[in-house]
């Protein structure tokens, strides 16, 4: 029976190579490899593209392997229903970096739910440090968001000018912005 490979990368930047040797160096030899880039660990399982390509051909008696357990779910429920939905369909399923164990297996089942319990945490854990972060940073006046592309003398001028009745795509050519820059300027104005 065939080895499936699968993995995930949450930005285009981002390479699944290593995740695909790092299969192969644990002693899987995947005939397919699936592989979804610039997809975040936040999206479900089953909605991933690569992943649910792979659910269209993967059958019973064959194995998918994956480096990291947060590969086949984006929190513990998703990780356990895919795994559950897996071996209902008859397939094994392999974490390298939990060596051999079989996720479908007994032993697996308990270790899963262990183990996507605290990738969940992990992933919580890192959206307070960021909201935590974000809101230290603002305390000490730091500006958040990308830079401004005009200075605030620029946008007087540009208010002024819609304001004599120049119109945002006049605008946004004459000042070499975009459409969407010069309105969200024009709304800056009125907002409190």
Known sequence: MATFGYG?????????????MEIERAGYKPEYWFADD?????VLAAQRPEFKAM??????GENLVVTKIDR???????????VKSLKGAGVRVFVTQLG???LTSSAG????????????????????RTKA????????GKQLGRKPKTTEAQRVVIRAALASGETVSEMARRSGLSRASVISIRGAASAP
């Open 72 to 82: 086949l779910g984006r929190d513990a429920i998703d990780i356990q229903q895919t």
């Open 55 to 60: 659910l269209g051909k993967i059958r019973s």
């Open 38 to 42: 610039g997809v975040s660990g936040a």
């Open 133 to 140: 972060g974000l809101a230290r940073a603002k305390a000490e």
């Open 109 to 128: 089942k308990m270790l899963l739910a262990m183990l996507s319990a605290f990738a969940e945490m992990e992933r919580d854990l890192i959206v307070e």
């Open 8 to 20: 995930r990368v949450s930005t285009t930047e981002q390479s699944t190579e290593n995740q695909r």
């Open 100 to 102: 051999a164990t079989d």
